[in-house]
């Protein structure tokens, strides 16, 4: 039996697992949900028929997260912008992970041949989507240096390609550049529609968009609000586009624990804003101390991570790191980023531990 012959030449998602003492290698949060939360999660749920199947649309979740993320916002969840006006349980679906939606709207979007648009190096599994839908990948190589995204070049291709899809997270993974400001904007007057991923949204103070007919935002309760292992992301359209995305979305792909878990997050918000306060905090400090190295340079970023390059081989300070306890991501084998490593921004004495083993090491 032989598989598609793209799909043979395609590697599966994966990442080599390494024990370390201080885990910094997932982008993943250093501060676990409260355990007097996770056991009035268990209490909810222990109370569920657990022989039947969850509710087929998420009612209950998604109007959680519409009356969340609406405006005008209730007083406790101003940080996080003024909400978007008009939003309802319609403009949003549930999955398990955003990785899930960002599969089914790529599915919805992009069939053989569609041209897709996306700045990298970034998030690899968008070019395996586009692959796996028989898209036309059309990627937008560009250096981490500057900070931004590569929002001119993107502007430039859509006019060669009307009718293009665009996808992109910002702030991007792995080099935590943004969009130039109006970029989102722009991208849309272009006419290309957009699959806006904000995964790590929250840590450069960007609020959900607003609805528009070419835009679909997807959002994750894996980074900001420390849920890596819930698994549950959301996205946000218009109903319509909800409507077809839905068609290509596995059913019932949301148990009820994932689903009152991220019910109770959304009732508890100041655990998101302490958590995002805390890592932009800390995110200024480790950047700093890396700055004072002369052999290392640091890429702006405005997500949970920080990404550089290294002057002594990145391997051989990969290992030295390990060697120390201190797990990172080597993210060397992406375009353009040879010779760089990602960590991500933990407790304080975790990003201690890494500042003092990177002083040693590179
Ligand atoms: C840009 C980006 N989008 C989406 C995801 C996945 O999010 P989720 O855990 O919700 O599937 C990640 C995970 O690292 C990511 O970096």
Redesign the pocket.
């Known amino acids: 039996m032989s598989v598609r012959s793209d799909v043979a030449r395609m590697s599966a998602y994966t990442l080599e697992l390494r024990m370390a003492e201080v885990k910094l290698n997932?982008?993943e949060s250093p501060f676990d949900f409260p355990q007097q939360l996770k056991q009035q999660v268990l209490d909810r749920v222990a109370k569920r028929s657990w022989n039947i199947y969850p509710d087929f649309e998420s009612i209950s979740l998604r109007a959680a997260l519409a009356s969340a993320y609406s405006s005008p916002p209730p007083p406790a969840q101003r940080g996080e912008g003024p909400g978007v006006r008009g939003l309802t349980p319609d403009n949003i679906l549930v999955g398990n992970?955003?990785?899930?939606l960002?599969a089914a709207a790529i599915g919805a979007y992009a069939g053989p041949g569609t041209p897709v648009i996306f700045p990298r190096p970034?998030?690899t599994?968008y070019e395996k989507l586009i692959t796996i839908a028989g898209g036309l990948a059309l990627p937008i190589d560009f250096d981490p240096d500057s900070g931004f995204l590569p929002l001119e070049r993107m502007l430039d291709t859509i006019t060669q390609h009307p009718g293009a899809v665009v996808i992109l997270?910002s702030p991007n993974?792995p080099t935590g550049g943004v969009l130039p400001e109006g970029g989102l904007d722009r991208l849309l007057e272009s006419g290309a529609t957009v699959l806006f991923?904000r995964?790590?949204g929250d840590f450069a103070d960007d609020a959900l968009p607003p609805l528009h007919e070419r835009l679909v935002t997807?959002s994750?309760?894996?980074?900001a609000w420390g849920l890596?292992g819930l698994?549950?992301?959301w996205l946000a359209s218009t109903a319509e586009n909800c409507r077809e995305i839905r068609k290509v979305k596995l059913p019932y792909s949301l148990n009820i624990i994932s689903e009152t878990i991220a019910e109770v997050a959304l009732g508890n918000r100041e655990i998101r804003d302490r958590n995002v306060a805390a890592i932009v905090s800390e995110r200024a400090r480790v950047a700093a101390a890396l700055g004072e190295n002369p052999r290392i340079t640091l890429f702006p970023s405005s997500a949970n991570f920080l990404t550089f390059r290294t002057q002594r081989p990145c391997k051989e300070i990969f290992e030295a790191l390990c060697a120390r306890g201190i797990l990172v991501r080597d993210v060397s084998s992406y375009p353009r980023l040879e010779n760089c490593l990602r960590v991500s921004i933990g407790s304080r004495e975790q990003n201690d531990r890494f500042i003092t083993a990177l002083k040693e090491t590179a």
């Open positions: 997932q982008n992970g955003s990785n899930e960002l970034t998030f599994l997270c993974n991923d995964a790590y997807f994750t309760f894996s980074k890596a698994r549950v992301g």
